[in-house]
């Protein structure tokens, strides 16, 4: 099946930092989506994006798939964007996959 | 507009019984997913649902069952439980098997 690796595997930040996350993919995908989990255990969509870049605020994320890859962009961090963002990735056979995530500390 | 919602929020069973989860989607939303998250790891999939019928499923064995009713929402039943069964167990919902996934909070069951 396809795999999904995400990196960094931890990231520790001072508050005000930018970041970027990674995820690579070994196939071609129906989509992707990067998520959010905080440390009470909510997954929150961010993003769905199967290919090109959007922006919401702070965040932003870029998919191109014909590279298998795609980037999570973090700006000026605040401590409430610590937790674990996952990448989660539906592939051609319609089984969605999630990476191992990136755990994300901002210090105040 | 109520989120996905999940009951029980907590569950504690013992070694080979049964237990039912519950979900009910997003309004709007008619397809619904399930996962099973251990500690420390990503959600690994289950099975996802549509139209009342089971259209994906995951690596996990036959004890892992499920439903949809009419009004889109799901129940999620594990027979035979083992003490690997212990997660934060998930359920998702979307439009039409595409688009962005909307989480519930979960159902964190312990096995002893």
């Known amino acids: 099946g396809i795999q999904v690796e995400q990196s960094p595997p931890d990231l520790i930040l001072q508050e005000g930092a930018n970041s970027t996350l990674r995820c690579n993919f070994s196939?071609?995908?129906?989509?992707l989506q990067w998520f959010h989990q905080n440390p009470w255990g909510q997954l929150i969509n961010l993003f769905y994006?199967?290919?090109g870049t959007k922006q919401n605020g702070r965040l932003s994320a870029t998919t191109v798939a014909t590279e298998r890859y795609s980037l999570l962009y973090i700006s000026s961090s605040q401590t409430t964007d610590s937790g674990v963002y996952f990448c989660?990735?539906?592939?051609?056979?319609?089984?969605?996959?999630f990476g191992k995530g990136t755990r994300l500390h901002i210090l105040p | 507009d109520a989120g996905v919602t999940q009951s029980p929020t907590h569950l504690i069973k013992t070694r080979g019984q049964q237990v039912t989860l519950r979900c009910s989607p997003k309004?709007?939303?008619?397809?619904v997913s399930w996962y099973q998250q251990a500690l420390g790891q990503g959600p690994q999939f289950i099975f996802q649902?549509?139209?009342?019928?089971?259209?994906q499923r995951g690596n996990f064995p036959d004890r892992f069952s499920g439903h949809q009713f009419p009004n889109y929402s799901s129940e999620l039943n594990v027979n035979a439980l083992l003490l690997g069964d212990s997660a934060l167990y998930l359920c998702?919902?979307?439009?039409?098997?595409?688009?962005?996934?909307?989480f519930g909070p979960g159902t964190r069951l312990l096995v002893l």
């Open positions: 989660a990735v539906e592939g051609r056979d319609d089984k969605i996959i």
């Open positions: 196939d071609s995908v129906n989509n």
């Open positions: 994006i199967p290919s």
């Open positions: 309004s709007g939303h008619d397809t």
């Open positions: 649902y549509y139209e009342e019928e089971e259209r």
């Open positions: 998702a919902s979307q439009t039409d098997r595409i688009g962005a996934q909307y």
